[in-house]
């Protein structure tokens, strides 16, 4: 019988204008298979939330939570963390970061085959300004957890490592066609994809760096983005496989 593709996927990430790559507080990660994938960004106001942010990437791909165990998964995770130690003393003003712990927005995508109907299922998770984008042909389908450029703003809901507790998460499913595009970003990316006068290039960046396999396509998009909000960018590009191979 006809084996079914994998999806399609690239990511892209890059530091702030003038920053080192291990300087970028962004996460972006898939899984081999092409049926999972997350972006978090974690925030410069946080101690040392670059790590924190990687470590909630991988548990996403790790384990997906669902909306009825999303608060045991994240226990888990705080249970396991230990946020790197300063190599030397630390300015007063950094002890106080460190202890108030580190924080990162999430977003999260799992794509499902599925039988009946035959074709594929899909379900997210958000918290914070890292957005998903559900794409066909040109028309944005679903725009996730926030729809609006308007809905950007200084203080992001964000996952904290220890003390308060974690904003609720936002969830969404969906299904999806052959051809579909997703796209999840960090807040700099997702907000040009809002905006109706920048989103087509966007859109066509995606598009070629899935057709010639190579992220790098994107960095001059992300360049532009720079210019206008010198940000962390990260962008995850998925694309559905089109039809089923004769095995």
């Keep these: 019988m006809p084996a079914i593709r994998p999806p399609e996927w690239v990511c892209v990430t890059a530091p702030k204008r003038g920053n080192r790559e291990y300087e970028n507080e962004d996460a972006a990660r898939g899984t081999a298979d092409g049926l999972r994938f997350v972006v978090s960004d974690g925030a410069s106001e946080g101690w040392e939330s670059r790590p924190w942010a990687a470590r909630l990437a991988e548990a996403f791909l790790a384990r997906p939570p669902g909306p009825t165990d999303f608060a045991e998964w994240l226990r888990g995770i705080r249970a396991s963390w230990a946020a790197p130690e300063p190599a030397g003393p630390v300015p007063w003003y950094a002890s106080v970061k460190q202890e108030q712990g580190s924080f990162a927005t999430l977003a999260g995508l799992e794509l499902r085959r599925s039988q009946n109907p035959a074709g594929w299922a899909w379900r997210a998770v958000a918290i914070g300004d890292s957005c998903l984008f559900h794409v066909r042909g040109d028309e944005v389908r679903a725009a996730f957890p926030i729809d609006t450029p308007a809905g950007f703003g200084n203080r992001p809901r964000l996952v904290p490592s220890t003390g308060p507790a974690c904003p609720e ?79």
């Design 169 to 247: 998460p936002e969830w969404l499913a969906g299904r999806a066609e052959p051809g579909d595009l997703f796209l999840l970003a960090t807040d700099a990316v997702a907000a040009r994809l809002l905006d109706p006068a920048a989103r087509d290039v966007g859109l066509a960046a995606a598009r070629a760096a899935l057709a010639a396999r190579a992220p790098d396509l994107v960095l001059s998009w992300f360049r532009a983005i720079q210019d206008a909000h010198n940000d962390d960018v990260s962008l995850i590009a998925v694309r559905l496989p089109e039809a089923p191979e004769v095995a």
